[in-house]
């Protein structure tokens, strides 16, 4: 069965640090995506990244990067110099070729980050 | 950016009340979900379409119900609201086809069924 476990409930960094966001997956298909999530206060989900199960690289976009790994069922977020505007709750979420194509969400990590 | 509305933003009405949360979409895409939001953030699908007259349920049993008449629009109907209902409903959509699956979302509907 598949599965997204964000272990971290809520984070709380100072302004400029850096962070990360763990998810960890289950799945037993090997043909899958991978994606992060922000969800500011005003509510909609905004989409970040999407990685397919076949491509490992790891990705930097400004100052987010992440980091995937198979052999951990890891897909792991990390924002450097985090700025008060990060604050928001994060999703994770895995989507299989065989799952009727929809979405399993983690459930979710608060950031908060004071100034 | 995401051209998916959803209306109204906040809604409060009593119990037994019948509504219907609106959601549009300018995309021209095929398949659009509602999510149920419960105060512990997470995210639980209650239901999908694939296209005009195609209407799935989710994971989650929902006592709502859903129709699609037209491509852009998906709106969720709860005949008998109640306070169990109480929660915030996103709507999203993406295009046909698992390599574009991305799922673009509303901004949500904050319930409250007293």
């Known amino acids: 069965a598949q599965k997204v476990t964000q272990a971290q409930t809520e984070i709380s960094v100072v302004e400029k640090e850096d962070v990360t966001l763990d998810c960890v997956y289950e799945t037993r298909d090997t043909t899958y995506y991978l994606f992060w999530y922000k969800q500011p206060p005003s509510g909609e989900l905004v989409f970040l990244i999407r990685?397919?199960?076949?491509?490992?690289q790891n990705e930097i976009s400004g100052r987010y990067s992440w980091n995937f790994q198979k052999s951990t069922s890891s897909f792991n977020f990390t924002i450097t110099a985090s700025q008060v505007v990060d604050s928001a709750v994060y999703f994770c979420a895995l989507s299989e070729s065989g799952y009727g194509q929809n979405f399993v969400f983690g459930p979710g990590t608060r950031l908060s980050v004071l100034p | 950016e995401a051209d998916i509305y959803q209306t109204p933003r906040y809604l409060v009405i009593g119990t037994g009340k019948k509504i219907t949360l609106e959601c549009s979409q300018t995309?021209?895409?095929?398949?659009m979900y509602w999510y149920q939001q419960d105060p512990g953030m997470e995210l639980h699908l209650i239901h999908y379409s694939y296209g005009v007259n195609s209407t799935e349920k989710g994971d989650l049993s929902s006592e709502s119900t859903v129709s699609r008449i037209r491509t852009e629009h998906f709106p969720l109907t709860l005949e008998s609201a109640r306070p169990s209902h109480t929660s915030q409903y996103l709507c999203?959509?993406?295009?046909?086809?698992?390599?574009?699956?991305?799922?673009?979302f509303g901004a949500g509907t904050r319930l409250s069924v007293l």
């Open positions: 999203a959509s993406s295009e046909q086809g698992w390599a574009k699956n991305i799922q673009y």
């Open positions: 995309m021209g895409h095929d398949k």
């Open positions: 990685r397919n199960s076949f491509d490992e």
